[in-house]
Structures are given as structure tokens and as C-alpha cells.
Nanobody, 115 residues
Framework: QVQLVESGGGLVQPGESLRLSCAASGSIFKIYTMAWYRQAPGKQRELVVAITSGGSTNYADSVKGRFTISRDNAKNTVYLQMNSLKPEDTAVYYC?????????WGQGTQVTVSS
């Protein structure tokens, strides 16, 4: 019922910025909790940040002050602004849409931070 498509990943140098987008299908987008996860090779998938339907946010300590999540319900889109990127931010970033009974995942977009 819900499909998520991420975009905006790429290769950047340390200190630079990227803006990820997650476009969602569905007529009930506004009620979902939206989140960004990431997974580096050989690592566990981790929550980067989540935003509820009411706008409450929860950031991982590693990205606080650098990343910002936002949502535009009219466009069915969630964004992740990533500033001051570090090599350790390198990972595949996944968009997630969650309800108490169901969750959906995008295919992921690669972010590589390297000099």
C-alpha cells in the first residue's frame, strides 16, 4: 500500500552537506511516524532520526546538531538535511514509515563521505 523512494545520496567530502528525500505513496501519509535509518557494511542497522505525525523528533546522539529531519505532508515527502558530514556517516540510508501494526521500507540510497 505504501511505497517509499529515497533520493539525494552521493559522494561528498568531509564537512560538506547532502539533502536526502523520501517520497511516499499512499493517502494516509500524514499519520505515519517517519524515520531515517542507516547501515554501514558489517554494522547493525541503526536509527538516525524519527519524526512523529505530531512533529516530535528523536535524533541519534551521533547526528545531533548536524542532521535535521522534516516532513511535508502535502507532498508526501520526508527530508533529511545532513550537514558537516563525517566519514563515519558513510552508509546506506533507508527511509521508514511506521504504524503500530505495520512498517514500510525504501530501497535505500548510498551516502559516501570521503576525501
Amino acid at each position: 500500500q505504501v511505497q517509499l523512494v529515497e533520493s539525494g545520496g552521493g559522494l561528498v567530502q568531509p564537512g560538506e552537506s547532502l539533502r536526502l528525500s523520501c517520497a511516499a505513496s499512499g493517502s494516509i501519509f500524514k499519520i505515519y511516524t517517519m524515520a531515517w535509518y542507516r547501515q554501514a557494511p558489517g554494522k547493525q542497522r541503526e536509527l538516525v532520526v524519527a519524526i512523529t505525525s505530531g512533529g516530535s523528533t528523536n535524533y541519534a546522539d551521533s547526528v545531533k546538531g548536524r542532521f535535521t529531519i522534516s516532513r511535508d505532508n502535502a507532498k508526501n515527502t520526508v527530508y533529511l538535511q545532513m550537514n558537516s558530514l563525517k566519514p563515519e556517516d558513510t552508509a546506506v540510508y533507508y527511509c521508514n514509515a511506521g504504524l503500530p501494526a505495520r512498517s514500510y521500507w525504501g530501497q535505500g540510497t548510498q551516502v559516501t563521505v570521503s576525501s
